[in-house]
Nanobody
């Protein structure tokens, strides 16, 4: 299993930005960011295929969030701009061996998970 450690969460005002990082013990076929707000289901918001850098985003974050990786493909980033209260959640970094979808229910396809980092956006 790949060990994943997230960092970079915090509290920010609406309209602000945050950058999340995820340090991985090894590279994976694909990785993603998945968030969960209290009382809500987990939601995959962005994913990247480490081989060719192909990215995918759920509609609610398109144009605001950017997922990226470092050259070694062991650090994952999520740049979040124009944040709103609806983005408040615990954000998890996750890795998979064959598929990293971002549709509803996609979280079950990810095998390895970090502990998460909290993002709170105040209005």
């Amino acid at each position: 299993a790949v060990q994943l450690v997230e960092s970079g969460g915090g509290e920010v005002q609406a309209g602000g930005s945050l950058r999340l990082s995820c340090a991985a013990s090894a590279s994976s076929y694909c990785m993603g960011w998945i968030r969960q707000a209290p009382g809500k289901e987990r939601e995959a918001v962005a994913s990247i295929y480490t081989g060719d850098g192909t990215t995918h985003y759920t509609d609610s974050v398109k144009g605001r969030f950017t997922i990226s990786q470092d050259n070694a493909k062991t650090t994952l980033y999520l740049q979040m701009n124009s944040l709103g209260p609806e983005d408040s959640a615990r954000y998890y970094c996750a890795a998979a061996t064959s598929w990293c979808p971002v549709h509803k229910g996609a979280d079950r396809y990810y095998r390895d998970w970090g502990q998460g980092t909290q993002v709170t956006v105040s209005s």
